[in-house]
């Protein structure tokens, strides 16, 4: 089952405990919501399958080909479901 | 034969014009290794190719890197040289295009393209009382910067502000380098404190004639900074957007706007520490 990591061009990893991922690709910054974060990285570290999205508790990866860039997919469907933000677009104060 | 340092770019060098080459030696000086660095490159700047007068060229070795009838872009194409192999040699560590200073508070990071003013800022800054690491290159090591204390280079629309500091060029040398003139800040404000965290990512915005003025900023908007700067990102994406997120754990993000030298540096001394200027010449 191929995980996030393969062929990625989307990275994660935690600014002060907020989730961010990274589009090496574009040079794009998004700030992902806690549960999109963890379902990112239960999704990057499983051995079956989770889901869809849009049913969280259930996750496939139907639309992955094999070759090609789950990570992108994913962070596309995450900003589809409003739960990834560009960071050009946050509300901050600070 | 002396070798020099650009993080990990070892290099020799030498010149077949005799003033040129010991004004060279001025300039690398900050960047001299000790024994046991090993060179990888040899650079050899030619002044004159056979009878051709004002033809000129730099050879990496003994392959011709760059000729050109203009002798006022040779030293200009070596310090370019210097530079881009500098990045691409720290195999290590995420290289970010930024300048560098310590003071009491800690190490602060100046990432910004070029012309955003880094290099004149941290020269401002090493000229009031900071230690100079770099104008160029970041190397991140860890919650640390590696000292990259190249001489400042300047655009001549900074020259006039740096007057007293510049480095000697004579009139025989000036034909090689005419669009830069060089301060050996290393020699002026030293690294004389233990290596320190950085401290704060600090985005210069050079305005003329716009009011002076530090302000924070999101973490995430220092991580962007940081990533818009990194040369090493494409090599090791993973590794650089989790070595720049650690360093804003504890680094605060701030954008300054630059309305005058002067003035920011005012600013910086207030916000990060107080120290006491070196004389002047």
Redesign the interface.
């Known amino acids: 089952m191929p995980h996030l990591t393969r062929n990625?061009h989307v990275?994660l990893?935690?600014?002060?405990g907020?989730a961010?991922a990274?589009d090496?690709a574009r040079?794009e910054?998004f700030?992902l919501s806690d549960d999109a974060a963890d379902l990112w990285e239960r999704l990057d570290s499983q051995t079956e399958d989770v889901g869809h999205l849009s049913q969280p508790e259930v996750w496939t990866h139907e639309r992955d080909a094999g070759d090609g860039d789950p990570s992108t997919r994913v962070l596309a469907e995450l900003l589809d479901a409003g739960l990834a933000i560009n960071?050009r677009d946050?509300d901050?104060q600070? | 034969m002396t070798t020099y340092a650009a993080l990990d770019h070892g290099f020799t060098i030498d010149c077949d014009h005799d003033v040129l080459a010991e004004w060279l030696q001025l300039l690398l000086r900050p960047l001299q290794a000790g024994t046991e660095a090993k060179a990888v490159q040899h650079y050899a700047l030619i002044t004159q190719v056979g009878t051709m007068p004002t033809v000129c060229q730099l050879r990496i070795d003994g392959e011709t890197a760059w000729q050109g009838s203009d002798p006022g872009q040779l030293v200009t194409r070596l310090v370019g040289d210097i530079n881009r192999r500098a990045a691409e040699r720290t195999i290590h560590h995420p290289v970010l295009h930024a300048a560098a200073c310590s003071s009491s508070a800690g190490t602060l990071v100046l990432p910004g393209p070029k012309n955003a003013g880094k290099s004149t800022l941290v020269l401002g800054l090493a000229l009031h009382g900071f230690e100079y690491l770099t104008d160029e290159l970041v190397a991140i090591d860890g919650q640390r910067v590696r000292p990259y204390p190249r001489c400042v280079s300047l655009d001549p629309g900074s020259w006039p502000l740096f007057d007293g500091w510049l480095l000697p060029t004579p009139t025989s040398v000036a034909a090689f380098v005419t669009d830069l003139r060089f301060v050996d800040a290393a020699q002026t404000a030293p690294i004389t404190l233990p290596p320190r965290e950085v401290a704060a990512i600090v985005c210069p915005r050079y305005q003329p004639g716009a009011c002076t003025e530090l302000?924070?900023?999101?973490?995430?908007?220092g991580?962007?900074a940081l990533?818009?700067s990194s040369f090493t990102?494409?090599r090791n994406?993973?590794r650089d957007?989790?070595q720049l997120?650690g360093l804003?754990?504890y680094a605060e993000s701030f954008e300054l706007i630059v309305g005058n030298l002067d003035e920011a540096c005012a600013v910086m001394r207030q916000h990060f520490g107080d120290h006491q200027p070196p004389s002047s010449r």
């Open positions: 990625a990275h990893t935690r600014l002060r907020e961010v990274f090496a040079r910054l700030i960071w946050q901050r600070t | 302000h924070a900023v999101d973490p995430v908007d991580l962007a990533l818009g990102l494409d994406p993973q957007l989790d997120a804003l754990e």
